[in-house]
C-alpha cells in the first residue's frame, strides 16, 4: 500500500512559477509517477509522467516547455515544478503512482488527494 499526498498549491499570479510536492508513503516507492489535474466541469487531464529512475518524462503538449517532472528516490518525493503559469492552468492537481514500467501508463495504482493551484490573470 502507497500513501500519496501532495502539497505546494495555492493562488498565483500569471506568469509566475509553482512547484508541487507529492510524498510517498509506503513499503516501496518504485512506481511509475504522473501528475494529472481536473479543472472545474472538465475532465481529468493526464499532465505528465516520470520513469521510475527519474531519467525519462513525459509531457501533454499542453505543458510541454513550462512544466518539469522530477523526482528525489532518496526522499520518497516527485515534484511538479510549473513556470509561466496561465489562468487555463487552474485546476487540482493530482499525482499518482503506477506499477507499470512505461510512460503514460494506462492505469494508476494509487492516487492523492490532490491539491488546489489557482492561477489569476
Known amino acids: 500500500q502507497v500513501q500519496l499526498v501532495e502539497s505546494g498549491g495555492g493562488l498565483v499570479q500569471a506568469g509566475t512559477s509553482l512547484r508541487l510536492s507529492c510524498a510517498a508513503s509506503g513499503r516501496s516507492f518504485s512506481y511509475v509517477m504522473g501528475w494529472f489535474r481536473q479543472a472545474p466541469g472538465k475532465e481529468r487531464e493526464y499532465v505528465g509522467s516520470?520513469?521510475?529512475?527519474?531519467?525519462?518524462?513525459d509531457y501533454a503538449d499542453s505543458v510541454k516547455g513550462r512544466f518539469t517532472i522530477s523526482r528525489d528516490n532518496a526522499k520518497n518525493t516527485v515534484y511538479l515544478q510549473m513556470n509561466s503559469l496561465k489562468p487555463e492552468d487552474t485546476a487540482i492537481y493530482y499525482c499518482?503512482?503506477?506499477?507499470?514500467?512505461?510512460?503514460?501508463?494506462?492505469?494508476?495504482?494509487?492516487w492523492g488527494q490532490g491539491t488546489q493551484v489557482t492561477v489569476s490573470s
Open positions: 499518482a503512482a503506477s506499477s507499470f514500467t512505461v510512460l503514460r501508463p494506462r492505469t494508476y495504482d494509487y
Open positions: 516520470i520513469s521510475r529512475s527519474g531519467g525519462s518524462r
